[in-house]
């Protein structure tokens, strides 16, 4: 009798034993490549001089890699991305043609980065009678960041109030569109504007002849402090995410703005700037006072998926090389993870 009692009491023991080890296999082990990524990047954010906010996830698997994600960031001409999203939208349910053509007025020409202005610049008195299609709006927005086209773009969208409706509805939290590039650059240069009041470009001329170069650094900080036109890297990365899986926009439209996204021509130094030649990247950047931004698609070679990126420079008093030098190593660093361990 003490003999089966005592077999038993050790078939227990050993089924014990064996449900542990089981347990212990179980457990995953740490991803070592994950945390050395993850170091690296707060390493390489420190090239930056100022706050850095990364949300990059590939694709195909689902992994993320997460810095300041749920951090608020001024979103500069990145917002040029909501904007884009909500006018096709209204493409897409019959508002406007691609090939509708809109008068451009003297009251659009706009300060800050692209050509319409500088361009089309005519006197008070002319009569200009110059249109742009919509298409052509969109490409002057998002190639080379034409302010001027923006803010028609915005206006045909229905404004900020339609931009965010547009982005609630797609489930994307965390950003707003608030103002016109016009009154983003003017409050990032301490101009007081009325944004209930008509816009005119002599206004902007005559309040920028009183700015004083020493006080650009103080209305760049508090320029970047804004509670207005901002995202979190997570909103953004959100945003593009669902443009990449076809879940924004309807085919054709969602074609055409990854097709002209991929053509990007601003900020070659960012996500482009160490990544192999020939590597395709669909993005739009952002720069003003001491933000530098870049968002977008990277295809890794091969097999190997997609990764879908957003990476957020603020508060840096550095140059703007040296902020786009570490969102270009910092870029890197993600590309070199999610191409060789994911």
Same mark, same amino acid.
């Given at each position: 009798?003490?003999?089966?009692?005592?077999?038993?009491?050790?078939?227990?023991?050993?089924?014990? +034993?064996?449900?542990?080890?089981?347990?212990?296999?179980?457990?995953?082990?740490?991803?070592?490549?994950?945390?050395?990524?993850?170091?690296?990047?707060?390493?390489?954010?420190?090239l930056?001089?100022?706050?850095?906010?990364?949300?990059?996830?590939?694709?195909?698997?689902?992994?993320?890699?997460?810095?300041?994600?749920?951090?608020?960031?001024?979103?500069?001409?990145?917002?040029?991305?909501?904007?884009?999203?909500?006018?096709?939208?209204?493409?897409? &349910?019959?508002?406007?043609?691609?090939?509708?053509?809109?008068?451009?007025?003297?009251?659009?020409?706009?300060?800050?980065?692209?050509?319409?202005?500088?361009?089309?610049?005519?006197?008070?008195?002319?009569?200009?009678?110059?249109?742009?299609?919509?298409?052509?709006?969109?490409?002057?927005?998002?190639?080379?960041?034409?302010?001027?086209?923006?803010?028609?773009?915005?206006?045909?969208?229905?404004?900020?109030?339609?931009?965010?409706?547009?982005?609630?509805?797609?489930?994307?939290?965390?950003?707003r569109?608030?103002?016109?590039?016009?009154?983003?650059?003017?409050?990032?240069?301490?101009?007081?504007?009325d944004t209930e009041?008509?816009?005119?470009?002599?206004?902007?001329?005559?309040?920028s002849?009183?700015?004083?170069?020493?006080?650009?650094?103080?209305?760049?900080?508090?320029?970047? &402090?804004? &509670?207005?036109?901002?995202?979190?890297?997570?909103?953004?990365?959100?945003?593009? +995410?669902?443009?990449?899986?076809?879940?924004?926009?309807?085919?054709?439209?969602?074609? +055409?703005?990854?097709?002209?996204?991929?053509?990007?021509?601003?900020?070659?130094?960012?996500?482009?700037?160490?990544?192999p030649?020939?590597?395709?990247?669909?993005?739009?950047?952002?720069?003003?006072?001491?933000?530098?931004?870049?968002?977008?698609i990277?295809?890794?070679?091969?097999?190997?998926?997609?990764?879908?990126?957003?990476?957020?420079?603020? &508060?840096?008093?550095?140059?703007?090389?040296?902020?786009?030098?570490?969102?270009?190593?910092?870029?890197?660093t993600i590309?070199?993870?999610?191409?060789?361990?994911?």
């Amino acid at each position: 009798m003490k003999k089966i009692v005592l077999l038993t009491c050790l078939l227990a023991i050993g089924g014990i +034993l064996m449900a542990q080890k089981k347990a212990a296999i179980a457990v995953p082990a740490p991803d070592l490549s994950l945390e050395r990524v993850n170091a690296e990047i707060a390493r390489l954010s420190l090239l930056s001089g100022g706050i850095v906010g990364i949300s990059a996830i590939h694709t195909e698997t689902g992994k993320r890699i997460l810095l300041n994600d749920q951090l608020s960031f001024p979103m500069a001409s990145s917002y040029k991305v909501p904007i884009a999203v909500a006018l096709l939208t209204k493409v897409d &349910s019959g508002i406007y043609s691609l090939s509708q053509m809109i008068e451009i007025r003297k009251s659009d020409l706009h300060p800050g980065s692209g050509l319409i202005s500088g361009r089309f610049n005519w006197p008070d008195s002319a009569q200009p009678g110059i249109a742009l299609s919509v298409r052509s709006l969109l490409e002057l927005m998002l190639l080379i960041s034409d302010n001027s086209a923006a803010d028609i773009c915005l206006r045909l969208a229905g404004g900020p109030p339609a931009v965010n409706a547009c982005m609630k509805n797609l489930g994307i939290d965390g950003m707003r569109v608030d103002r016109s590039t016009a009154f983003l650059i003017a409050a990032s240069e301490g101009m007081m504007l009325d944004t209930e009041s008509p816009w005119s470009p002599a206004l902007y001329d005559s309040l920028s002849k009183n700015s004083k170069p020493e006080e650009q650094i103080l209305f760049a900080r508090q320029f970047d &402090s804004t &509670s207005q036109d901002i995202c979190t890297p997570d909103a953004m990365t959100a945003l593009l +995410l669902k443009l990449h899986r076809g879940q924004v926009l309807k085919p054709q439209s969602s074609a +055409l703005l990854l097709a002209i996204m991929k053509r990007c021509e601003t900020g070659l130094g960012r996500l482009r700037g160490s990544l192999p030649p020939g590597t395709e990247v669909m993005h739009k950047t952002g720069t003003m006072a001491l933000t530098t931004n870049d968002a977008g698609i990277i295809t890794l070679p091969g097999d190997a998926g997609h990764i879908v990126i957003s990476v957020f420079v603020k &508060s840096s008093e550095k140059t703007i090389p040296e902020r786009e030098r570490a969102i270009a190593e910092v870029t890197r660093t993600i590309y070199d993870y999610f191409l060789f361990y994911h």
